[in-house]
């Protein structure tokens, strides 16, 4: 029911290389669409998926995962609790 | 004529009541018949299933309760779910096209599907999707008269939303004209 | 609610929930005052009057909890308006000190109370009969007040209407109880002319200030007249035990006086307050006695019976307060049982096995409320009470 | 030679088959009540137009001593039934006269949400800084760390700065006095008589029996004593000022005195704005 | 109040009213929380608790009203101490949506009532036992708990320590119902030593967090026992119909499985919470029912009534909810008349007389309180009844 | 490359089983709970020793879905039982958590005396200007002119400042955000979890299902966007000058961070002065 | 029961000659000897009778006649409507 | 001996229940009889006439009103006009002498007068009157004995003023001892 996104490590070569990169979760049957992780998601990444989920309603997901820093404002936002965002260290590990 | 039993199922938010009670007043003021309306909220009226149910008959109504309803209108796939199984085998079944995915009914329900949503939707109103059902209702089932139906409409929403609701009245009307015709 | 639009009477065929007919009733019956604060499902209430009062001359408010609406409405009372408040069960237990005050000060005025399954929050949005006895003992003290129950929308209506009417002539508290189904139950509503409506006016004195006691009772009556302020009465009001004047008079005397004049004026008065609906009591067996949403519940049930071959009759009670002591009395020396089904734990049936005193089987078919009774079950109850 | 007698100018506006009075030799409420009359006598009103409206406690018993229209209504809730009466019957001037604790204690909600819509009441609050009536048990406005039946060990609460509640929530008129100044309260209830909106005078009282014997300040006229030495006068002052302490200086003065519209006003205004010609005022109920 | 100083139970022999020996039971009992706001005839309870609670490491706070002090009680309960209000007629009015509220949560907490004569402000200083209906019925919906009734100080105490521990047993809000001269009639009070007075413990589970459900009967038991927070239970409490964790479930049936085991946890275990207090019911014809202030003038009435030869019992409640109602129904195949005197308009008589179910006659003795009842007056019902 | 999947942070601090919640969507209550879990998990706090006090409406469910010691009280009486259990408990951390309307309207008066008294509780106000749970009625904070379903003609009371009336009253700490300002409020909750005495943090909401559909403001995100849009941070602003008009801007900030003794510490303080060595201080409930 | 004093007309000439006199009239019965009208008559005319009425309090009087403006001071003071205080021409009709 | 019945009156605020408890706490405590005392307020209780009622018997009491006073304590006229009608022809009558002029009393009644506000001005605490009153009592009635009388006013009394106190239940008790020696 939850799926994390993350971006395929370091396609695009950063200029500063990177040492982590943002994770997203989203819930999607609890997510009711309400767009706020989208609309103030500071770097942009998410979307609105143009499916439903069961009771109607397009949950977000990662759009653009490169650009994820992992900063939690749209876990903050969200007020069914169905995403999150975190740092994931580049060896795989949490930050 | 007995007693005829309908149940409107949907989502809080959806117009479900309102739905019921255009019926509902179409029988009663505008048919001349008796109807009496009960509805039940969920827990709380926020975004839960909600559902009214409609008694017509020509004589007064002492037993407001529906049990087994000849006719249903399910405006979500959790109303459908949830009250489908009360149908009664030979019932009627009105469906929200986009919305739900009936399955597991007795083959001798009759089921009539609309895109309420696509058409309120085309309107420039989504939250027309009732009125457009009530057209629907009363094209396919036939239970209120076409006249009753638009009265009842007019009576019922906000005098300045009465030209959008009556054109959902008429895509509803016209759409379930179409079908029954097509059908039969 | 383009038919709220209208001003004054709303003559002609509504088709209206129990709520939204409770409304009417009371503008119907000249209500220009009322208070209110919003609960679950009583709330339609006040917001139809919120909507409606503007256009017909009278004055809403919105108070900031029931401790101020259930006594605002009392002072619009007093101000000479005929006034109301409206609530549900937890905002009913805040009002029962007003209700008491209203009682002692002879204050006629309107509370409506939706019953919704309790105790405390319970089921908000669900249905119960469970403040029947409240209606009769919520308030400390003894005091005596009249509680009618409407099955329909119609009759919320029309007992709305009445409970104003009731409220004049005996310088009462008058409740209204619903129940949510009726409450929310919609059908077709008949408002007559508004010259066809019988409306009592506030029994204002003709006398003198000097010459008028503001609870002394009029000629051949229990019931004082009224009057208000500003008619150069300089009235007192209090709800301290009190004298004819209205001062607060300390004494025993005084006391066992006014209560029992306050007492007296509903219980004798009983027969010109109490309503019910009978059917077919006539050799019946059985009674099915019941109330609000029930009583439509019950029919099914009876005639259920009936084809049974049973001999059930039905007596509806329309008053449930003062109770018809009277004719329970009556029909209990001629039937062999009264069932009594009610969404509650057994509250009115309590009162019917004290009046039948033994003269026949009381059968309560209690239900915890939050929904109606299955017929069937009742209709097993009939058959149980007639082996 | 020997005067014609006049009557008390009290007299008029009493109740005098019901005196002297329940309260205790020194008490200062009949002393408030007086100044009281004095004001309504100057204000030259059509006494038939005037009622008073009262909670419960010692001071509570003022409806029930004033030729008015008078109603005693029950504890706390004196404001939401005169804004009912006063709704009702717009024609009426209506006072709400009673206690620091049947209005800031039980009665703190219709104080503050009357005020906040500007009921157009002028409340008349006599704080003896104690619920004389029940035995002299703590109130919101007993100051630290005095003595009361309930707070035998010192009370231990911050105490209400009651101009500055009613200012915060909105109040028109705010004043403070105490028993002493009979002269500024009668003018100052002429003033807020004449205004509309709510308004709020606040008199701090001497309640010999109780507060006072507890207290060992002794008799009535001890504490009216103090008044005298203790007031300052500071009309205009930010209410945020004029809290008042266990035995130290009393802010006296009017506080405030502004203007916005009356609730009745308000709701009037709105009403017609939204619905034109179609909004049906209310009218004054009739005797058919 | 000299033996006001002494820390813990107050051992000794005392000469103390009812309203203090009430204080002093609440201390005993282990009460360690109050909250209240002061009301003539009972403002002396919580004075002396005020005294005596910085002495024996209690806390009591006067609230802003009795809204304010009719939950706060229930916090204090929740935080796991033993807790407490008081008040009287119109304060008691008030506090009716949360003695729903503590009946629905189970919460254990004590209500004292000293009843005075109202209706409303009525007679603030003088007696009746005007609110014994309320305490059954004052609340909206349908709830039981428990009410006890002293007729003196020294019951006072020991039905306050009692009322506690019912309290603790059955978690269950428990009132203790004085009328006004009980609460300030001084006797002598013997105050047993701490060890020797019978305080129930609050039953604590012993079941680990995730194990224990706040709302499930203990095994055998229809009372679910307690915990408190910070105790990683991480307990939810809510008015809303709940299951057994306490999560609220707006379905049917968890309405009627609650509501059906807070019933049954009283009707069925009334055997073990009813008492009462009888005298001479062998072959007694006539059995005075009484209670409080009122059992005590009926004494000289009954001793009366037995120098004329008559054959009087005495059946004094002390438990007035549950009604005892199987020894009542007991008696009444045995006796020709019940007579109940009470200082109101008939309240326990009307269950009586539903009890009674015509097997004897119900002699109600009514009074409008703010005095007793003239000895004689009972005396003449007593001799009314056995003829 | 799949990362492993983490926890949500706000998880641990739910019931998870009593969720999706029954909250509209764009309602901004969820957003607030949010906030507050970050806070919780930033304070380190035993999570044992906080408790949650709700009274009803849809703010009223937080202490349902908050896995702590929850209480779900009645309509206006969270801050009084929270007091109760704050006074028998002084182990715990209590937080009330509610409405506009549940605290400001039916609760006012226990809203202005805990924070008179200084009662040591954080009281978090979700205000959406309306009644949510009952249909959209208007409520003390509705302002004029906005339509609810009891004032269909509009609003035409002057609404409450709540951040005036409670540092009126004698809020140690009072604050202001929109539900926009999620890390202002999730750093505030954190402050004000720490802090001693009478805390209030007001968080203005969106509930589009009445308040914004009623009056034609679009889905809870425009609101969310007007917030960003209108609010001026105003940190250690007069309250005087923070109130709150119709569609007008919003301040926000913190307005009061101030020390005075609580409730629990002038009680203690004054009975043992007054009692000395006799005076037995309370101790915590243990479980036998 | 109530008693009305006034001084006799102009016993000791006053400097500028007065046009009216001050009268004060007490109801013995109702007073509560609470000594407000003593105390703040601001021309110290009123002294407490050494006498008791029923109720066992002592009653003021006019001790000092000849000083009273009449200004009703005393009366607005009285807590128990017992005293007050007024003008009188000295062609004996009401100032 | 069956029980005795007193009644005390006079004015709210002159320790007319504290005189009546001490009275009963003697007996109760001090003398191991039984007691019970029951009170009546004025409607209000402020400076209105008030009373305590004590029932002193050998046996436990279960009526607790007094109607017919073997012994009354009048400490203001106020009281002695309302109460004294209900005094036994026999009864014995105590009143405070500067405060009370008794009239119309039945020959048969004994009454004795003590000036107890005169000795508790002189004493400096016009308060302690009752205290001199139940000194009074104790010597004149002997219905509670000097040794109870004298502990009960100890534990009755605030502890900083039990030597005023004392000092006045003396100054009463050697009163009433010197006027029953006189009239003896
Ligand atoms: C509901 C209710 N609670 C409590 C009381 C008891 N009561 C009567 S008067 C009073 C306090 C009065 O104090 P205040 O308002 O300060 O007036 P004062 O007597 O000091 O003039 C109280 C608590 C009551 N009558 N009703
Ligand atoms: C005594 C009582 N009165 C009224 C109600 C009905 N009621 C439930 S919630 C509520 C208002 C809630 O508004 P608010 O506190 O602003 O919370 P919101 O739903 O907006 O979050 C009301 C009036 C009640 N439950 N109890
Ligand atoms: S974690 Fe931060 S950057 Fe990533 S999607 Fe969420 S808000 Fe955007
Ligand atoms: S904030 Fe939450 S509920 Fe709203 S769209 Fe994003 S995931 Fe869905
Ligand atoms: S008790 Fe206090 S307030 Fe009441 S009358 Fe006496 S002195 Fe006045
Ligand atoms: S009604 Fe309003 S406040 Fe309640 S959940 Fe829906 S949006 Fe939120
Ligand atoms: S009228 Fe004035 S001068 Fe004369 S006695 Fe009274 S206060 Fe003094
Ligand atoms: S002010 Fe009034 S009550 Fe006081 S002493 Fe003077 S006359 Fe008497
Ligand atoms: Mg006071
Ligand atoms: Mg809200």
């Known amino acids: 029911m939850t799926t994390a996104t993350a971006p395929a490590a370091n396609k695009d070569a950063p200029k500063k290389e990177k040492k982590f990169r943002g994770v997203v979760t989203v819930n999607r049957e609890h997510c009711k669409g309400c767009g706020f992780c989208v609309e103030f998601c500071p770097l942009e990444c998410l979307d609105l998926e143009a499916d439903y989920n069961a009771k109607g309603y397009h949950p977000p997901f990662l759009s653009q995962p490169e650009k994820c820093n992992g900063c939690d404002t749209c876990g903050l936002y969200c007020p069914d609790f169905a995403i999150y965002g975190y740092r994931e260290k580049l060896d795989g590990s949490a930050a | 004529m007995g007693p005829t039993e309908i149940k409107i199922g949907g989502l809080g938010g959806q117009g479900v009541i309102l739905g019921g009670i255009i019926i509902g007043k179409a029988a009663a003021l505008f048919d001349q018949k008796h109807s009496c309306l009960t509805q039940a909220f969920g827990p709380e009226a926020r975004g839960s299933a909600c559902s009214a149910q409609v008694v017509v008959d020509s004589n007064p109504i002492l037993y407001p309760y529906v049990h087994n309803p000849h006719l249903m209108v399910a405006m979500s796939q959790d109303a459908f779910v949830k009250f489908s199984p009360e149908l009664r085998p030979d019932g009627t079944l009105l469906i929200e096209e986009d919305l739900v995915k009936p399955t597991g009914l007795p083959s001798t329900v009759k089921v009539y599907a609309v895109p309420a949503t696509r058409i309120a939707e085309e309107l420039g109103k989504k939250m027309v999707l009732n009125i457009v059902m009530v057209g629907f209702f009363t094209a396919v089932t036939g239970l209120v008269s076409e006249q009753a139906a638009r009265e009842a409409v007019k009576d019922s929403v906000p005098p300045a939303t009465i030209d959008l609701n009556m054109k959902a009245f008429e895509r509803g009307y016209a759409y379930g004209k179409q079908l029954m015709a097509a059908k039969a | 609610m383009s038919n709220a639009n209208s001003s004054g009477v709303l003559t002609g065929s509504h088709y209206l929930d129990g709520d939204?007919?409770?409304?009417?009733?009371?503008?119907?019956?000249?209500?220009?005052?009322?208070?209110?604060?919003?609960?679950?499902?009583?709330?339609?209430?006040?917001?139809?009057?919120?909507?409606?009062?503007p256009r017909v001359g009278g004055r809403f408010l919105q108070f900031e909890d029931e401790l101020g609406a259930s006594i605002a409405l009392l002072g619009g009372a007093w101000g000479g308006a005929k006034a109301m408040t409206v609530t549900s069960g937890p905002g009913f237990s805040l009002m029962m000190e007003h209700i008491g005050y209203a009682a002692i000060t002879e204050t006629p005025c309107v509370y409506i109370n939706v019953q919704r399954a309790g105790p405390s929050t319970?089921?908000?949005?669900?249905?119960?009969?469970?403040?029947?006895?409240?209606?009769?003992?919520?308030?400390?003290?003894?005091?005596?007040?009249?509680?009618?129950?409407?099955?329909?929308?119609?009759?919320?209506?029309?007992?709305?209407?009445?409970?104003?009417?009731?409220?004049?002539?005996?310088?009462?508290p008058v409740l209204v109880m619903l129940d949510e189904v009726v409450g929310h139950m919609t059908e077709k509503v008949v408002i007559p002319p508004a010259g066809e409506i019988p409306v009592s006016p506030r029994r204002w004195t003709k006398k003198a200030p000097g010459e008028f006691k503001l609870f002394e009772p009029a000629e051949g009556s229990l019931v004082p007249e009224m009057t208000m302020p500003g008619e150069g009465h300089q009235i007192h009001v209090t709800g301290l035990t009190h004298d004819e004047r209205g001062y607060p008079n300390m004494t025993i005397a005084a006391h066992e006086k006014m209560q029992r004049r306050l007492f007296?004026?509903?219980?004798l008065n009983a027969d010109r307050i109490v309503k019910w609906e009978e059917k077919d009591l006539a050799g019946a067996e059985v009674v099915v006695v019941s109330y609000g949403i029930t009583s439509r519940v019950a029919e099914k049930a009876i005639q259920a019976a009936k084809e049974k071959g049973v001999k059930v009759g039905s007596f509806r009670l329309i008053t449930a307060w003062p109770f018809p002591e009277k004719q329970i009395l009556e029909m209990s020396t001629k039937v062999k049982a009264f069932v009594v089904?009610?969404?509650?734990?057994?509250?009115?049936?309590?009162?019917?096995?004290?009046?039948?005193?033994?003269?026949c089987k009381t059968v309560g078919v209690p239900h915890v409320g939050g929904t109606v009774h299955k017929p069937e079950v009742i209709l097993n109850a009939i058959l149980e009470a007639v082996r | 030679m020997s005067a014609a007698v006049r009557e008390n100018p009290a007299d008029k506006y009493l109740r005098k088959e019901r005196m002297p009075s329940i309260w205790c030799p020194g008490c200062g409420i009949g002393t408030t009540v007086n100044?009281?009359?004095?004001?309504?006598?100057?204000?030259?009103?059509?006494?038939?137009?005037?009622?008073?409206?009262?909670?419960?406690?010692?001071?509570?018993?003022?409806?029930?001593?004033?030729?008015?229209?008078?109603?005693?209504?029950?504890?706390?809730?004196?404001?939401?039934?005169?804004?009912?009466?006063?709704?009702?019957?717009?024609?009426?001037?209506?006072?709400?006269?009673?206690g620091d604790g049947d209005l800031s204690a039980i009665g703190g909600n219709h104080l503050i949400h009357a005020a906040r819509r500007?009921?157009?009441?002028?409340?008349?609050?006599?704080?003896?800084?104690?619920?004389?009536?029940?035995?002299?048990?703590?109130?919101?406005?007993?100051?630290?760390?005095?003595?009361?039946?309930?707070?035998?060990?010192?009370?231990?609460?911050?105490?209400?700065?009651?101009?500055?509640?009613?200012?915060?929530?909105?109040?028109?008129?705010?004043?403070r006095w105490t028993a002493y100044h009979v002269r500024q309260i009668a003018k100052s209830m002429g003033e807020a008589l004449q205004k509309k909106g709510f308004r709020f005078i606040e008199i701090i009282a001497p309640c010999p029996t109780l507060y006072l014997r507890r207290n060992k300040l002794g008799e009535g006229l001890d504490e009216m004593k103090f008044y005298q030495e203790k007031s300052v006068v500071m009309n205009g002052a930010d209410t945020r000022e004029v809290s008042l302490d266990f035995r130290d200086e009393i802010p006296v003065g009017k506080f405030v005195d502004i203007e916005r519209p009356t609730l009745e006003e308000a709701m009037e205004s709105q009403l017609s704005k939204a619905l034109g010609a179609k909004y049906v005022p209310y009218s004054l109920p009739v005797k058919a």
Do not use: W
Not at chain 3, 346 to 352: D, K, P, R
Not at chain 4, 157 to 163: A, D, H, R, V, W
């Open chain 4, 118 to 175: 500007n009921a157009d009441l002028l409340v008349v609050c006599v704080n003896n800084l104690t619920y004389g009536m029940t035995g002299g048990q703590v109130t919101p406005t007993t100051p630290q760390p005095a003595i009361a039946s309930t707070t035998p060990y010192g009370a231990f609460e911050q105490s209400f700065n009651l101009p500055h509640l009613v200012a915060s929530c909105g109040g028109v008129y705010v004043a």
């Open chain 4, 35 to 98: 100044c009281f009359t004095r004001a309504l006598d100057a204000s030259g009103y059509d006494l038939e137009k005037v009622a008073v409206v009262s909670g419960i406690g010692c001071t509570g018993r003022v409806a029930g001593y004033l030729k008015l229209d008078s109603f005693h209504t029950t504890h706390g809730r004196a404001i939401p039934f005169a804004t009912g009466l006063k709704l009702a019957r717009p024609d009426l001037k209506v006072v709400v006269y009673s």
């Open chain 3, 122 to 172: 319970g089921l908000p949005t669900q249905p119960a009969q469970g403040d029947m006895m409240q209606a009769r003992f919520g308030s400390h003290g003894d005091y005596r007040l009249i509680a009618l129950c409407p099955n329909s929308p119609q009759e919320c209506f029309d007992l709305t209407v009445e409970a104003f009417n009731l409220a004049e002539e005996f310088r009462v």
């Open chain 3, 264 to 267: 007296d004026k509903i219980v």
């Open chain 3, 20 to 53: 939204h007919a409770c409304s009417e009733g009371a503008i119907a019956a000249g209500c220009r005052f009322a208070a209110g604060y919003p609960i679950t499902p009583s709330t339609e209430v006040v917001e139809r009057i919120a909507a409606r009062f």
């Open chain 3, 341 to 359: 089904p009610e969404l509650n734990l057994g509250q009115m049936s309590l009162e019917i096995e004290r009046v039948v005193g033994g003269r």
